[in-house]
């Protein structure tokens, strides 16, 4: 029987490079759609009001675990070949847009009526309001809790190993099935999680207190 060494060590590791992987595909998606959606949340379009809180409260409503299964095993269903890296990709895109659309969503809302009724005073456009305005302000409120977002984002990758996809959690799988030591392993899975996480959460505290210090001037 093997024993857990430095050899399962570096595999374990370098399964890391495909949970950054897929989280960078997973924020970037997401953020891109996540963006779409707190506009439309924000927006004076009824059908896009209706839209996006239909996707919000789906998305946000269901277990993340439950949205891989359905995507992995529902598109064969489908007649659509898919593999792990698009069904895990696909649904983390999804379930991250449905949250940063609604954190992004109160930032631009928390953003005094003011400036949109002075924006408004200037005859800007509503596109032009959001672009020149509104957003450049609402980015900065939204910096902290995106940061902070991002490291569930990662954490949130160790859920597709039930479907195969060979991240940090699936690789710690398989060296526990052939050496049999799972405190050694899963400490060593837990501790790269750490590692990974730890840094941006204290990054987003020392955004959230910058930004505390500089609104009490």
């Given at each position: 029987?093997?024993?857990?060494?430095?050899?399962?060590?570096?595999?374990?590791?370098?399964?890391?490079?495909?949970?950054?992987?897929?989280?960078?595909?997973?924020?970037?998606?997401?953020?891109?759609?996540?963006?779409?959606?707190?506009?439309?949340?924000?927006?004076?379009?009824?059908?896009?009001?209706?839209?996006?809180?239909?996707?919000?409260?789906?998305?946000?409503?269901?277990?993340?675990?439950?949205?891989?299964?359905?995507?992995?095993?529902?598109?064969?269903?489908?007649?659509?070949?898919?593999?792990?890296?698009?069904?895990?990709?696909?649904a983390l895109i999804l379930n991250s847009a449905a949250f940063l659309g609604e954190i992004w969503r109160?930032?631009?809302?928390?953003?005094?009526?003011?400036?949109?009724?002075?924006?408004?005073?200037?005859?800007?456009?509503?596109?032009?309001?959001?672009?020149?305005?509104?957003?450049?302000?609402?980015?900065?409120?939204?910096?902290?809790?995106?940061?902070?977002?991002?490291?569930?984002?990662?954490?949130?990758?160790?859920?597709?190993?039930?479907?195969?996809f060979t991240e940090i959690t699936r690789a710690g799988q398989i060296i526990?099935?052939?050496?049999?030591?799972?405190?050694?392993?899963?400490?060593?899975?837990?501790?790269?999680?750490?590692?990974?996480?730890?840094?941006?959460?204290?990054?987003?505290?020392?955004?959230?207190?910058?930004?505390?210090?500089?609104?009490?001037?």
């Amino acid at each position: 029987m093997r024993t857990f060494g430095f050899p399962e060590f570096l595999f374990i590791l370098e399964a890391a490079q495909w949970t950054l992987a897929l989280s960078a595909i997973a924020f970037v998606g997401g953020a891109i759609l996540g963006l779409i959606v707190a506009l439309a949340r924000t927006s004076e379009n009824r059908a896009a009001l209706f839209a996006s809180g239909v996707f919000i409260q789906v998305f946000q409503g269901t277990p993340l675990l439950l949205q891989l299964f359905l995507i992995f095993f529902g598109a064969p269903v489908l007649g659509m070949d898919i593999n792990p890296w698009v069904a895990a990709g696909a649904a983390l895109i999804l379930n991250s847009a449905a949250f940063l659309g609604e954190i992004w969503r109160g930032c631009i809302q928390a953003i005094p009526r003011g400036q949109w009724e002075a924006a408004m005073a200037l005859n800007l456009s509503y596109t032009a309001r959001l672009r020149d305005v509104v957003l450049p302000q609402a980015f900065k409120i939204a910096l902290p809790p995106t940061v902070g977002y991002v490291v569930q984002i990662i954490k949130g990758t160790s859920l597709a190993a039930i479907i195969g996809f060979t991240e940090i959690t699936r690789a710690g799988q398989i060296i526990n099935n052939a050496t049999f030591q799972p405190l050694e392993v899963f400490s060593t899975v837990a501790a790269l999680y750490f590692v990974i996480c730890w840094p941006l959460s204290l990054l987003a505290a020392h955004m959230e207190r910058r930004r505390a210090r500089a609104l009490a001037r």
